[in-house]
């Protein structure tokens, strides 16, 4: 049972430019978290979807935008990208109404933006 | 004030030390708290849960101080491969599972 999946693994992009990540949730998961982590720092909440609409967001502008599809796989769109966007995200699937387990990340996509 | 707090080390200790890192945290409606371990440009990953009456797995043992809002974690006989960054994290209390985590706490273990 394949856990949480993120694609690509690296990629670099120009200031300016605009990225898609995306991530797939584990088998019976239907909430998907976005999770920045900058270097140095710990993963900061970006946004949480639910029933393909965001639940909560982070203090994170609205350049950063989300998407829930139907199969509960989830794509975080990031525009008008900053230097300051360099950074591993990362994303989480758990069950909506497990509000305190722990949360399991896929492996990341390192952003660096040049 | 963030809402979670580490000390972000280094922690340098030879092996088969006992080292402990803390983690503060300012939500007092929190209601429930991790350690995770992240290994150098790889992701989080759940070490273990801290319950309040405090547990243990293996070398690591994890406590919680509700009255005043810390988690703590005791990593015993320590180990080369224990180097690594310890990051506390804070289901703040929402309901809602989005986790706020410190900033980390680096540790070397040398020979």
């Known amino acids: 049972d394949a856990g949480v999946t993120q694609s690509p693994t690296h990629l670099i992009k120009t200031r300016g430019q605009q990225v898609t990540l995306r991530c797939s949730p584990k088998?019976?998961?239907?909430?998907v978290s976005w999770y920045q982590q900058a270097l140095g720092q710990g993963p900061q909440f970006i946004f949480q979807y639910y029933e393909e609409e965001e639940r909560q967001r982070g203090n994170f502008p609205d350049r950063f935008s989300g998407h829930q599809f139907p199969n509960y796989s989830s794509e975080l769109n990031v525009n008008a990208l900053l230097l300051g966007d360099s950074a591993l995200y990362l994303c989480?699937?758990?069950?909506?109404?497990?509000?305190?387990?722990?949360?399991?990340f896929g492996n990341g996509t390192r952003l660096t933006v040049t | 004030r963030k809402e979670v707090e580490q000390d972000p080390g280094p922690f340098n200790v030879p092996e088969g030390a006992t080292v402990a890192f803390n983690c503060t945290y300012s939500n007092s409606a929190s209601q429930s708290f991790f350690w995770y371990r992240q290994d150098c440009r790889k992701e989080p990953k759940l070490l273990m849960s801290?319950?309040?009456s405090g547990n243990e797995d293996g070398r690591f043992t994890a406590q919680l101080n509700r009255a005043s809002q810390y988690i703590s974690l005791l990593i015993r006989d320590s180990k080369l491969s224990d180097s690594a960054t310890y990051l506390c994290?804070?289901?703040?209390?929402?309901?809602?599972?989005?986790?706020?985590f410190g900033t980390g706490t680096r540790l070397l273990v040398s020979p």
């Open positions: 801290v319950y309040s």
């Open positions: 088998s019976g998961h239907d909430t």
């Open positions: 994290a804070v289901n703040g209390g929402t309901g809602f599972q989005k986790l706020v």
């Open positions: 989480a699937s758990s069950t909506t109404g497990q509000g305190n387990s722990p949360l399991h």
